[in-house]
DNA sequence: CGTAACTTTGACGAATCGTCACTAAAGAGC
DNA sequence: GCTCTTTAGTGACGATTCGTCAAAGTTACG
């Protein structure tokens, strides 16, 4: 059913998606399909919620990285971008179900669920910086929790790929190394700014990105058909 | 007319907005309202439009602030999250705009000064980074572009902000403070990250917030009726 | 005035939504 | 095997919303 409406918005756009369209494309009728949602809106948050779920199995693939905290950390959000570009739809869908437009219309019920995906993405994070400042490698003023570093660099990397997705539909040939490019650099800032262990200047970053890139998302990145070109920092 | 859909949007939300609702509150007909804007799409975009116009006033206000170009910038976060707190409905504007579900629905010709008026934004904050340039505030390695830094900042505070938003409608109590808070937190993580000299240690961030609070901003933070309680860093 | 160019109107058809009285199937009790 | 209950599924239908367009109204100008 979901997998029916994805469709939908691939081919024609979520603009031209229709509870109608939806019915012709599945095996049950109207009223079964208002079983499952009370809504429109409501569908659209079901998506994107499969659609975090789908992100975080790749978030956390980076838990079983061999390496620095920092490092880590910097692979979740390439995964969070990496995401964004293999499903740049599907990204959409999570900037989509945030705006009240939507979020006014959907059941409670989906709205908790949602919520609560949000926050065991944002758990993985948390783990990477409680390692951190196990090891060390991140030392925080009185004044810093670790839950707002957490949420500094989600803040970051969400801001930086929602800005890009913007007009990603068209002109991806430009876009495509551009967004890498700048989330990692974003990330870098942010880590820096934090003052998190070993800062940028001290790692090869080409090293380490290749490193996570064939260790965790060698699959992934090849889909996207990419491989070939080289990041440049 | 844009005031018209606003008032609705205010009382009822935005998916409540209907062309036969501001038709009726408006004194044209259904044609006219058609012959401004080609549909409910085109209508939030140019809504959203017509926002930024008072976002950019906020931003260019800094630019008359006699300070650091560094406090400059800080100003600038913070003129964007006054305003997102001012009309938290005029701000998730300017992300329902963002998505396909709208974007790909409205006018090219508003879609076109959309964008226009994107850039206009970023210029502002260009502006502050060229004087932080000349005056060797800040210093960028070669790999790093001027415009990457503008970005860089812009997409800290609309994570942020976006990210604080989503919620704020019911409990804004708890969430008042905190998105100045962190706003300026994050902003200055960033700007450390950047090496923007001084960095945040440096400074009394309390007297720098309270004095562009109180010398650009005065009127609109009584607006929001908070002025009473204090900053922490 | 008269005519042409432009603006405004609102009734209308098309598209979409979401409901609800009804049917079909599955299982429980006897 | 028969009936009753429960649950799942149906799709025609009324209501809402959208966007159009031919006709009516307005202005500009010789």
């Known amino acids: 059913m979901l997998d029916a409406a994805l469709e939908i918005i691939s081919e024609q756009g ?32 079901a998506l994107c919620n499969s659609s975090m779920q789908s992100l975080l199995e790749l978030f956390q693939r980076v838990l079983t990285f061999n390496g620095l ?11 969070y971008m990496l ?13 989509t179900a945030k705006i009240p437009a939507v979020s006014e219309k959907c059941s409670s019920r989906r709205q908790a669920e949602h919520q ?9 994070a ?15 003023p009185e004044s810093r929790l670790p839950e707002q570093v957490a949420f500094s660099v989600w803040a970051m990397c ?22 890498e490019q700048e989330v990692i650099s974003h990330s870098n800032i942010v880590l820096d700014g ?14 380490v ?18 491989q070939g070109r080289s990041l440049k920092l």
């Not at 031209?16 to 659209?44: C, W």
């Not at 905290?69 to 995964?79: G, Y």
């Not at 995401?83 to 599907?90: G, I, Q, S, V």
């Not at 990105?209 to 990419?226: C, D, H, S, T």
Request: proline content about 2%; some cysteine; aromatic content about 10%.
């Open 194 to 207: 934090l003052g998190w262990q070993p800062d940028a200047a001290q790692s090869d970053m080409n090293e």
């Open 83 to 95: 995401f964004a570009k293999l499903y740049p739809r599907k990204f959409m869908l999570v900037i």
């Open 14 to 45: 979520v603009a031209a998606l229709t509870m109608d369209k939806l019915v012709a494309r599945v095996p049950y009728s109207k009223g079964t399909v208002y079983n499952h949602f009370s809504g429109k809106e409501d569908l659209l948050v």
């Open 126 to 140: 948390f783990e990477v910086i409680r390692e951190a400042l196990e090891a060390g490698e991140l030392t925080l």
């Open 69 to 79: 905290s920092r490092h880590k950390m910097l692979a979740i959000c390439f995964a």
């Open 116 to 124: 609560e995906l949000d926050e065991t993405l944002l758990g993985v």
């Open 158 to 179: 969400f801001g930086t790929i929602a800005l890009l997705s913007e007009d990603i539909e068209q002109c991806s040939a430009r876009s495509e190394l551009l967004m």
């Open 209 to 226: 990105v290749n490193r996570f890139k064939q260790e965790l998302f060698a699959e992934e990145i090849e889909k996207l058909g990419y």
